[in-house]
């Protein structure tokens, strides 16, 4: 089994909310057969079921943080807190937050997991990635390298 | 009666303001009861135009997370109808069986995740968890099988990547169709059943409302319909698919971006409810047990038991999916090849029963099979009138009540018609205390 999980979580069609799915591309262009690659699309609900069975777990994802447009946070969803819908008129109100809860209330979190967090400009339909989010895209497919070798690490140790 | 009541719920949905509930009365007479929705998959028409038939599914399958299956498979559908691209009775058989795991995934989520809290009246589904764990775990099981559905049949769960105009790009294997099949009768039929108990204890908090409209679903000749047939309404029958426009014949309201629609009357319903009422005659007996025990009537009126046509119609896609499986087998699952060789260039017309009511795609191809023109008319978009004209009765009929039930009953009936309205942006939003 893969040391890491990586889930891109986000709409391709959404401008800055493809990051997600687009570090999942990225990360599979480049040969890593110690990390699971999970291209959630949005359906954030969906998540849970990767986090079973799994002890290292990444979500990436488009967030709003009120910082500048391609800033990145590394996020432990425990220590931080989440801003929950909890009054969704429709499923489609389900997301990230309302999935990450639902896992802990369940007792489903994964060990370790972290959210890597990336500042949108634009969440438009029909638009692409802007320009800082594009920056960011690059950073954190090193943030992702950074945590596989922590992972390993650990396992080593 | 002589009351004021000046009632507006914004933040319905995540989307900013959008999606708001507004009644207004004046010494007892209801000046405004309607809600106001952004709909965004508006922005298909302009995300299509010059795009290939290759990627038409893919492009509106990605438009929402939820409903991307019902987006995908309607796509395709049209795209054969104009380009006159002929498929596989396998390839059929197939897409009903992803049809069936995307409604129990759907149907599922919306009764257990939204309208059971409503039931049990504590305001989300999160204090459920810690109240009936055994039942969110039974619902996110369902949603488990219902993605494995998926994952064997169209490559991934999510965003489907098999189903390609003409057919499959990749067919299962016969061991993965058995392996479903054991987790459908193992696992799926006892959490449906068990999904009909539960709904039934909980059915005594359903509102007792009734408004009689006109339904609006598909009609097929041999089965219920969800996949493919024609359009036909409780008021005057059977119409093409073809004739959709002269259906849903939008129009333009001052309170909604969205459009309205109407047909014989001046709005219709579309989803569970109204395929119930148009088809429940074609439901296995196991779904027709299940409605009696649960209460739901041949005919229903009350737009709150929406949710309750919808757990049946789960039971009943648990076991036509059992169904379509064997048949699959019994055919002999054949390596054919996706119908990609149009037959000609045009317009095309496709529609198919989604989780939240009939999906109409229209696409006009070039000669190169490109995209010159297309419109998509959404279920969500379809229900807007009906929601509104189910607020105007239901407004006097709860006049007495205090204004925070009048509201809660209001988001209520607009949960059950589970509309679909922030699609597909899952931003997680964050406060950072500096």
Not at chain 1, 50 to 65: E, K, L, N, P, T
Not at chain 2, 159 to 187: D, M, N, Q
Not at chain 2, 354 to 376: E, M, S, W
Request: charged share 25%; glycine share 6%; hydrophobic share 40%.
């Amino acid at each position: 089994m893969a040391a890491l999980t990586v889930i891109g979580v986000g709409s391709r069609l959404r401008g800055d909310d493809a990051i997600g799915p687009l570090l999942i591309d990225a990360l599979s262009d480049q040969t890593h057969s110690q990390i699971e690659l999970v291209d959630a699309g949005s359906d954030a609900l969906g998540i849970i079921e990767y986090f079973q069975g799994r002890d290292h777990v990444i979500v990436v994802d488009a967030c709003q943080m009120g910082r500048d447009a391609g800033c990145i946070e590394e996020i432990d969803p425990t220590q931080i807190d989440l801003v929950i819908k909890d009054d969704p008129v429709s499923l489609h109100g389900l997301g990230l937050a309302e999935a990450i809860k639902m896992a802990e209330s369940l007792q489903m979190l994964p060990e370790d997991l972290k959210i890597i967090g990336i500042e949108p400009e634009s969440i438009q339909f029909n638009s692409s990635l802007s320009v800082p989010v594009q920056r960011a895209l690059k950073k954190a497919v090193k943030i992702v390298h950074t945590e596989l070798n922590r992972v390993k690490q650990l396992a080593e140790a | 009666m002589s009351r004021d009541l000046d009632i507006k719920v914004h933040h319905l949905t995540r989307v900013e303001g959008h999606g708001n509930i507004v009644v207004n009365m004046k010494d007892g007479v209801l000046e405004k009861a309607h809600l106001s929705i952004v709909e965004p998959p508006r922005f298909f028409e302009a995300m299509l135009k010059g795009r290939s038939f290759h990627e038409a599914a893919i492009i509106t399958s990605r438009i929402c997370g939820i409903c991307s299956l019902g987006h995908q498979l309607t796509s395709l559908v049209t795209t054969e109808d104009a380009l006159g691209l002929e498929v596989s009775e396998q390839t059929v058989l197939l897409r009903k069986l992803l049809v069936h795991g995307a409604t129990l995934q759907s149907n599922i989520l919306h009764a257990y995740f939204l309208a059971a809290p409503d039931f049990l009246n504590v305001g989300s589904v999160f204090p459920l968890i810690a109240t009936h764990k055994d039942v969110v775990l039974r619902a996110l099981r369902m949603k488990r099988l219902a993605n494995d559905i998926a994952d064997i049949v169209s490559g991934r769960a999510v965003h489907p990547i098999t189903p390609v105009p003409g057919g499959f790009s990749r067919i299962p294997e016969k061991a993965e169709l058995l392996e479903i099949k054991r987790k459908l009768l193992e696992e799926g039929l006892p959490d449906g059943l068990e999904t009909i108990e539960t709904m039934k204890a909980l059915a005594g908090a359903i509102p007792q409302f009734e408004r009689e409209t006109e339904y609006v679903s598909l009609k097929h000749p041999d089965e219920y319909a969800l996949y493919q047939g024609d359009i036909f309404s409780s008021d005057s029958g059977a119409i093409p698919v073809s004739s959709y426009l002269d259906v849903t014949n939008e129009f333009v309201v001052n309170h909604s971006t969205s459009k309205h629609a109407k047909y014989n009357r001046n709005s219709y319903f579309v989803g569970a409810l109204a395929r119930w009422n148009n088809n429940h005659a074609q439901l296995g007996e196991e779904a027709l047990a299940a409605a009696e025990a649960i209460g739901l009537k041949p005919k229903c009126f009350n737009p709150y038991m929406n949710t309750i046509a919808q757990v049946v119609e789960a039971v009943h896609c648990i076991l036509d999916s059992v169904r379509i499986i064997d048949k699959l087998i019994e055919m002999g699952l054949k390596n054919e090849k996706p119908n990609q060789t149009p037959t000609r260039y045009g317009r095309g017309i496709g529609s198919n029963e989604v989780p939240r009511g009939i999906l109409f795609h229209d696409y006009t191809y070039d000669n190169k099979g490109n995209i010159l023109q297309a419109n998509c008319v959404i279920p969500t978009g379809q229900n807007l009138a009906n929601i509104d004209n189910d607020m105007m009765k239901l407004v006097p009929e709860i006049v007495d009540k205090s204004k925070e039930e009048i509201t809660l009953n209001l988001e209520m009936l607009v949960r059950a018609y589970d509309p679909c309205i922030s699609c597909s942006v899952h931003m997680l939003e964050v406060d950072f205390i500096e």
